[in-house]
C-alpha cells in the first residue's frame, strides 16, 4: 500500500544531543514538508522541499536541519541549537506541492530530557 | 503566518448539522480554500477543497461566498467520531507551501 511513514512515533533525547526523525513516502509525491505541533496549537511549517536536492525553510526553521537526496526520504534532524525541541513532528507529503493532495504521516512525539 | 481565521472552538448536538466558519479577506484570485482535520494525536487528513463553487463529497460540503472572502464547512449529520480540530487553508493549486492556522476544535456532544 503507498502512504508515508514516519518512525519512530517516540522519541527520547538528552538535551544537548542532535535527533534524525525519519520520514518515507512511496506515493511518488514530489513535495514533502515537516511541521512541528505543540500542545493545544495548530501545526507549523518547519522546512519543505519542492523537488529533489532543493529545500526552503518553512516558519520556524532555526534550529532544524534537512536533507533531501531522494524522492522518497526527506529527514529532520533537530540540532542541539532548538531551545525546545519536545513537540509533536509531522512529515507530509504531495503531489507537486498541491494542499488537495496532501498525506502526513503518523507523527513522532519527541522529548527531550 | 496563516491567511485564514476560524473560531478556537465550537461545539455540536450528536445528529445536528456542525457549520464551522472561515475568512479568508486576502485570498487571491488563483488561491483554492481547503479544508483538513486533526482527531487527536494523528496526522491531519484532507477534506474538501473548493475554488468558487460550493463542493459536496461523502465527507462534508463546502459553501464559498460570492465575494470568496469567507466560506463553511458542513458535516450534515455530525457523530463523536468527527470530535477534531478542523483546519482552514487558502493555496494555489501547486508548489505552494501549506500553512496551517491554528485551527477549529469541534466538540461534539452526546
Known amino acids: 500500500d503507498g502512504g508515508i511513514t514516519q518512525s519512530p512515533k517516540y522519541l527520547f533525547r538528552k538535551e544537548g544531543q542532535n535527533v534524525t526523525l525519519s520520514c518515507e513516502q512511496n506515493?511518488?509525491?514530489?513535495?514533502m514538508y515537516w511541521y512541528r505541533q505543540d500542545p493545544g496549537q495548530g501545526l507549523r511549517l518547519i522546512y519543505y522541499s519542492q523537488i529533489v536536492n532543493d529545500f526552503q525553510k518553512g516558519d520556524i526553521a532555526e534550529g532544524y536541519s534537512v536533507s533531501r537526496e531522494k524522492k522518497e526520504s526527506f529527514p529532520l534532524t533537530v540540532t542541539s541549537a532548538q531551545k525546545n525541541p519536545t513537540a509533536f513532528y509531522l512529515c507530509?507529503?504531495?503531489?507537486?506541492?498541491?494542499?488537495?493532495?496532501?498525506?502526513f504521516g503518523q507523527g513522532t512525539r519527541l522529548t527531550v530530557v | 503566518d496563516a491567511k485564514t481565521t476560524q473560531p478556537p472552538s465550537m461545539d455540536c448536538a450528536e445528529g445536528r448539522a456542525a457549520n464551522l466558519p472561515c475568512n479568508h479577506s486576502?485570498?487571491?484570485?488563483?488561491?483554492?480554500v481547503y479544508w483538513y482535520r486533526q482527531i487527536h494525536s494523528q496526522g491531519p487528513q484532507y477534506i474538501i477543497h473548493g475554488l468558487k463553487n460550493n463542493e459536496t463529497n461523502e465527507m462534508a460540503s463546502l459553501i464559498i461566498t460570492e465575494d470568496r472572502k469567507s466560506s463553511t464547512l458542513i458535516l450534515p449529520h455530525a457523530t463523536l467520531r468527527d470530535t477534531a480540530v478542523y483546519y482552514c487553508?487558502?493555496?494555489?493549486?501547486?508548489?505552494?507551501?501549506?500553512?496551517f492556522g491554528k485551527g477549529t476544535r469541534l466538540h461534539i456532544l452526546p
Open positions: 506515493l511518488n509525491h514530489d513535495a
Open positions: 486576502t485570498i487571491s484570485g488563483n488561491e483554492y
Open positions: 507530509a507529503s504531495s503531489i507537486d506541492g498541491r494542499a488537495t493532495e496532501a498525506f
Open positions: 487553508i487558502v493555496s494555489i493549486d501547486r508548489d505552494d507551501k501549506i500553512i
